[in-house]
Each structure stands twice: as structure tokens, then as C-alpha cells.
């Protein structure tokens, strides 16, 4: 069982998260932040499949930059951090949309995507202007931007709100990092040091 959910973890995701569009379709009187989340869940399908699938490829950039190589079973099941982390920033604030800074923690996730991916082009030295995954990320980022918007003009948020909404994400995006990087072999405390010595390389 556990051979199988590593090798077919992207697939699972997929399953669970449409599941969660179903159900969400089926409920009535959603608030306007549960619905911007059913959005964004469908984005993360999306996104999880042009990232490590059509056309894919994320991963192994990752991979050359740390100069390690990825076998195939590891490459499936490093999805597994990264679909719980999305599974619980999405799920979060659709059940609680009345707390402000769960939906500002999945909008700060869909701004971060948009960045690192254009980042990304330069980062990798990539001769196309495109990393994997950058065309659904660019519209997570403009959908996090539009959540972000209609929480500050309808001030359905305080400061603090904003303030602790940014650290769940990078708290919860750093566990998803660091499960990432003992999978492959990398302690995360080293991971800094051998990014700055592979830009220095490159650069």
C-alpha cells in the first residue's frame, strides 16, 4: 500500500481534490473566500500537473540545481509533502473562511507560486522564458492578488491578520521544504549553502 501511494501520489492527489470540488459544488451558500478556495483548488490541480507532468519537469530542475539525481520513485513520491501541504492550506480556510488569516496564508501561497516560477527562469538559467508550472502559477498569483484585495476593501482583515496569515504559509511551506530535502538525502540546514554554491557556479 505504501509502494503505491508513493508511486501513484500525484494521481491520489488529484482524485482527493476533485472529490473536494464535488462536494463543494453540492453545498449551498458558500461564502465569497470559500469560493475563491474552490477556485484555487482547482488551480492547484492544474498547477500539480503542468509542474510534474504536461509538460513537467520541476523537479528534476530542482534536482540539477542541487546536482543530485532522482530516481524515477523518488521523483513520484516527493509529490507526497507537496500534496499535504496543498490539501491543508486549501481545506484550512474553506472550513474556517471566517478567520482572515487562513485566507490570506492560501492567497500569500498563490502570490509565492507566481514568483518563484518566474524567478525560477533566471534561477535555472533557462533559455525559455518558462519553468514548468508558470502558467497556472501566474494565475494562482493574480487569484491570491484579487483575495487579497477584496479582504483589504471590504476590511475583513486586521494587520495581524495579514502579519500571521504570511507565517502559517512560510511555516507550513518550510515543513513541506524540509520533508522534501530528507527525502533526497539533503539536510535542510545545508540546503542554503549548496543553492549559493550551485548560483555561483552558474553564475
Known amino acids: ?29 458558500l461564502s465569497v473566500v470559500q469560493r475563491y478556495v474552490v477556485v484555487f483548488n482547482f488551480l492547484f490541480i492544474l498547477h500539480e500537473w503542468e509542474e510534474g507532468a504536461y509538460p513537467g519537469g520541476f523537479v528534476d530542475l530542482i534536482a540539477s540545481l542541487l546536482e543530485k539525481e532522482l530516481t ?13 501541504l496543498l490539501a491543508s492550506i486549501t481545506l484550512a480556510p474553506f472550513i474556517f473562511d471566517k478567520t482572515p488569516m487562513l485566507a490570506v496564508s492560501i492567497a500569500t501561497f498563490g502570490i509565492f507560486e507566481g514568483l518563484v516560477h518566474t524567478m ?38 486586521n ?21 522534501l530535502t530528507m527525502m533526497v538525502g539533503i539536510r535542510y540546514r545545508d540546503l542554503p549553502r549548496l543553492m549559493k554554491k550551485q548560483l555561483q557556479k552558474r553564475g
Open 1 to 29: 500500500m505504501t509502494k503505491f501511494v508513493k508511486y501513484y501520489a500525484l494521481e491520489i492527489y488529484t482524485v482527493l481534490a476533485m472529490f473536494f470540488l464535488v462536494y463543494a459544488a453540492m453545498m449551498d451558500g
Open 72 to 84: 524515477d520513485d523518488l521523483r513520484r513520491a516527493s509529490r507526497i509533502p507537496t500534496g499535504i
Open 120 to 157: 525560477g527562469i533566471r534561477l535555472f538559467r533557462l533559455k525559455r522564458k518558462y519553468t514548468p508550472g508558470m502558467a497556472t502559477a501566474w494565475i494562482e498569483a493574480a487569484l491570491g492578488i484579487a483575495l487579497l484585495a477584496y479582504l483589504a476593501s471590504n476590511h475583513l482583515a
Open 159 to 179: 494587520w495581524y491578520d495579514y502579519v500571521l496569515g504570511v507565517v502559517i504559509f512560510f511555516a507550513a511551506f518550510v515543513i513541506m521544504q524540509k520533508s
